[in-house]
């Protein structure tokens, strides 16, 4: 059963087709991939999903519900927290501040000390919780990935949307996360679509992949037979290549 | 509660001396005293605006001038209590800034302080246009007037109660969702903050707060209100204040008030440059001064010694 699907998806910025026709379908209680080469589509379609951006035709369903009519602010709401790409805190909050304000939409009656407490947790449980009262600007820029990841988990998320979430990240690291991801999936029972170029990360924690490029979908499969296919390959590797 | 202590000690020690201050000081100084505590208000307004939710307004001397004029008709017309005009100054100006704070959300940054400016150089003219109900250029005299010492001890109460009020609107929930839509709009959005919501409520409340500091503004000029004293500089005073004290913060406040109620008075005397006419080149000097060693304005001086003492 899909938790959240794209269906014909079409959105177009001035003369340039941003998504053209993207079908996906995100599994309940799954993690998928969805990657591409540069100005495939991938945020776009992120953006698309939590309505920052208005599909041409076509529309975004989840949990059996077209999202065609939500507020940018209320799908979060819905139960669809997500991470950017190039980061997007704020700078002049501590690292707990921003992870409370992730939480704001549970904390309306909660006590200030009890809504600290849980964020206090989540930032424990992304191990990041001793920088908890440092301002959010000048940690390094894994411990902020963490942040924001924290943030889109202090909403009690069902759907988490993680916009290349290894971007910037040593090898070490991206083992660290690979494990992360598996586990937060299984404790917080998550269903996760990520954005990514590390395609070591998208091979070990995806069950499912989708490759878009030019707006297009190209392949979607389990991440071994995504591997092999050749338009896959020809769209990493150029058109030049593949034809040689 | 232990990391509280230093802010609470220094709350407590002003708190002492501005109620130790009257008995010292002679009835002008009182005055001047009672002009940083009603600069303090509406300082305090402008920076939960601008401070706290980035919206950047030249125009908050206009919420002073409905506030003001507020009193001095009431007062006029039927002989209301003062401290009651301050309420109403402060529910109206509530009111107005609501629907200032709606139109605003689709500007931002230099478009906003422009637009604001506006306000500033238009709402001071209505007087002019209604000149019956609002005293034309003349102006409208409250029915009772105020001594310094009364000025001085509604200045401060109310600067009290406001600086709690602020403090606890801005705490918590609310406070966060107003710096988060400050510092990234985009992810207050998808963290579910209702931005129209918060823009509009820091655009209510700032203008109450100016609406209350008017009101005082004008039982401070023998309660007369003039369309002149709410001009575009008393506007920019504000913003200079607020920038003086810290944007985003609540503890440089009364730095930045006593900045901009004492300076253009005590610039006067200052040797060689400061009189009548050079009072205004001594303040802009100041100004300039302050912006450069304290960008961050006191309440940044104050982080940096907090640093300091604890390293």
Redesign the interface.
Known sequence: MALLSLDHARLRFGGIVALDDVSLEVADGSIVGLIGPNGAGKTTAFNAI?R?YRLDSGDVVFDGRSLRRTR??????LGI??T?QNL??????TVL?NV???A??S??LQR?RE?KRQALETLADVGIAEHAGRPASGLPYGTLKRVELA?ALA?RPRMLLLDEPAGGLNHEEVDALVGLIRRLRDERKLTILLVEHHMRLVMQVCEHVHVLDFGRTIASGAPADVQRDPAVIQAYLGGEIAAA | MRHRLPELGSLLAVAVLLSVLPFTLSDYNISLVAQVGIFFVAVLGLNILTGYTGQISIGHGAFMAIGGYTTAVMSRDHDTNLVVTMLMAFAICFVVGLLVGLPALRLSGVYLALATFALAVSVPQLPLKWSKFLGGSGGVQSHRTVTHLWLYGAAWIASAILFALAWLIL???IG??F??A???E??????????PIYKTLAFGISAAYAGVAGALFVMGTNGFAQPSEFGVFLSLQLLVGAAVAGL?SLWGILAGAAFVGLLPTVSGSVPVIGSAHGRNVVFGAAVILVMLLLPEGFAGLLTRLRRLARA
């Open positions: 939590t920052l940018p602010s209320r799908v979060i709401r927290a997500r950017f997007e805190l704020f700078p002049n909050l501040e409370l304000v992730g704001h939409i904390t309306r200030e809504q943030r909403s | 705490r918590g929930r966060r969702a710096r988060a400050r510092d990234s985009i992810a207050a959005v998808a963290s579910g903050i209702e931005l985003g």
